[in-house]
T-cell receptor, first 113, second 113 residues
Framework: DGGITQSPKYLFRKEGQNVTLSCEQN?????MYWYRQDPGQGLRLIYY???????QKGDIAEGYSVSREKKESFPLTVTSAQKNPTAFYLC????????????FGEGSRLTVL | AQSVAQPEDQVNVAEGNPLTVKCTYS??????LFWYVQYPNRGLQFLLK??????LVKGSYGFEAEFNKSQTSFHLKKPSALVSDSALYFC???????????FGTGTRLKVLA
């Protein structure tokens, strides 16, 4: 079935370690997004990519990095520079056309100990 | 700048009663508006969208939304609430100048049996 797969679902890391969250889609979508969700703050955009080999910073990009080497994949690295990395991370994609909705993965919950 | 406001953190409604979850927006240009639902520890599921046309938009699971341009609102409605509708609901707007999607802070809907 077509969809977006995020892994791992749960991740525990020690402070100071870099962590990479995987996001893969088989929907043939051009655009992909990473959001961070914290209680009471809704979803905040970290990075987004409209096409392979191109991406833009969102509203809270500091301490995060991404790559878009393949259309299907948009991994997010949470670096040690991110001050408060514990959160629920959501990946999404969108097909071509300007008015489409986002399709979301099931999320990855990162806890930094 | 584009923005979305969900003025209620939580809405309680009795099963069988109509429900409304409020959303107001601020955009330059034509608004592209969306509603999503999220169950605990899951990704967001798309419910409905307004792009153009009829002000009453019908979506999944019996939900509908009313677009009101003069009040810059896009309230989510359902004629008869179910206990299974209890979840977190997000309103979103697409930034007309970019591919960014901006989300509200979410409203928790609790349907009481």
């Amino acid at each position: 079935d077509g969809g977006i797969t995020q892994s791992p679902k749960y991740l525990f890391r020690k402070e100071g370690q870099n962590v990479t969250l995987s996001c893969e889609q088989n929907l043939n979508h051009d655009a992909m997004y990473w959001y961070r969700q914290d209680p009471g703050q809704g979803l905040r955009l970290i990075y987004y990519s409209q096409i392979v080999n191109d991406f833009q910073k969102g509203d809270i990009a500091e301490g995060y990095s991404v790559s878009r080497e393949k259309k299907e994949s948009f991994p997010l690295t949470v670096t040690s520079a991110q001050k408060n990395p514990t959160a629920f991370y959501l990946c999404a994609s969108k097909g071509s056309g300007g008015t489409g909705e986002l399709f979301f993965g099931e999320g990855s919950r990162l806890t930094v100990l | 700048a584009q923005s979305v406001a969900q003025p209620e953190d939580q809405v309680n409604v009795a099963e069988g009663n109509p429900l409304t979850v409020k959303c107001t927006y601020s955009v330059s240009g034509n608004p592209y508006l969306f509603w999503y639902v999220q169950y605990p520890n899951r990704g967001l599921q798309f419910l409905l969208k307004y792009i153009t046309g009829d002000n009453l938009v019908k979506g999944s699971y019996g939900f509908e939304a009313e677009f009101n341009k003069s009040q810059t609102s896009f309230h989510l409605k359902k004629p008869s609430a179910l206990v299974s509708d209890s979840a977190l609901y997000f309103c979103a707007v697409r930034d007309g100048g970019t591919y960014k999607y901006i989300f509200g802070t979410g409203t928790r809907l609790k349907v009481l049996a």
